[in-house]
């Protein structure tokens, strides 16, 4: 069983800023990928930003320039900086992992933490 936690969300005035931060845990060889989407009310579940193992990232447009994401290999865990926020980063930000769980996996496994909610005010 992996597990996936996320810490870091809260209130903030726009312009400001929040750390999020999310550990992996469980039975784990690997994970590829490592990644935060998120979801604003009555809106569909979006990528934010996504980070590869080798160190490779992606952002989504809405956030190039303000928001970095980081891994801590070692510790499984992913980190997202967000700087000069917007009300429109409002939502519930979600961690995502694809796992190998061991040696000889054919596939990695998708796997999701519980949400954290950012709320940005204006």
């Known amino acids: 069983q992996v597990q996936l936690v996320e810490s870091g969300g809260g209130l903030v005035q726009a312009g400001g800023s929040l750390r999020l931060s999310c550990a992996a845990s469980?039975?784990?060889?690997?994970?590829?990928?490592m990644g935060w989407y998120r979801q604003a009310p009555g809106k569909q579940r979006e990528l934010v930003a996504r980070?590869?193992?080798?160190?490779?990232?992606n952002y989504a447009d809405s956030v190039k320039g303000r928001f970095t994401i980081s891994r801590d290999n070692a510790k499984n865990t992913v980190y997202l900086q967000m700087n000069s926020l917007k009300p429109e980063d409002t939502g519930v930000y979600y961690c995502?992992?694809?796992?190998?769980?061991?040696?000889?996996?054919?596939?990695?496994?998708?796997?999701w933490g519980q949400g954290t909610q950012v709320t940005v005010s204006s």
């Open positions: 995502n992992a694809d796992v190998a769980l061991t040696s000889y996996s054919t596939s990695y496994l998708e796997y």
């Open positions: 469980g039975s784990i060889f690997s994970i590829n990928a």
């Open positions: 980070a590869m193992s080798r160190g490779s990232t």
